[in-house]
């Protein structure tokens, strides 16, 4: 009498060892312990998915990228309103400057021709 060891591999196929080689393939589902469900919290078409069916992921680990067209256009223009929201602020402080500049160098001139 033949012993025979059977062992199952996640493909389906049934391999059978022993003193004659015999393999079959049987239909078979393997289903994971836990199901997640992931969203995104804005509506967005997918750009490019970064793991395959059957991948292990970690926490905070990128899954997929989202099309951000609309989203970069306005942070393009956010910047340069800071940017040039910046350059006013710079361009009012130096007026400032040269404002109490002026006035001291009027009051100094005010006071030097009385004397």
């Given amino acids: 009498m033949t012993r025979l060891l059977l062992m199952l591999i996640g493909t389906g196929t049934l ?22 469900e992931i969203r995104s919290p804005v509506e967005a078409m ?36 800071a940017r040039a929201v910046g350059e006013i602020k710079a361009a009012e402080a130096r007026v400032d400057i040269t404002l109490k500049k002026l006035k001291a160098m009027v009051e100094q001139n005010y006071h030097g021709s009385k004397s």
């Fill in 15 to 36: 391999v059978c060892a022993g003193s004659t080689l015999a393999q079959s393939e049987y239909d078979c589902m393997i289903e994971a312990r836990q199901n997640v």
């Fill in 46 to 81: 997918i750009e490019s998915v970064r793991v395959k069916r059957g991948d292990s992921v970690t926490k905070g680990q990128i899954l997929v990228t989202l099309e951000s067209g609309p989203e970069r256009a306005s942070f393009a223009l956010a910047q340069s309103r």
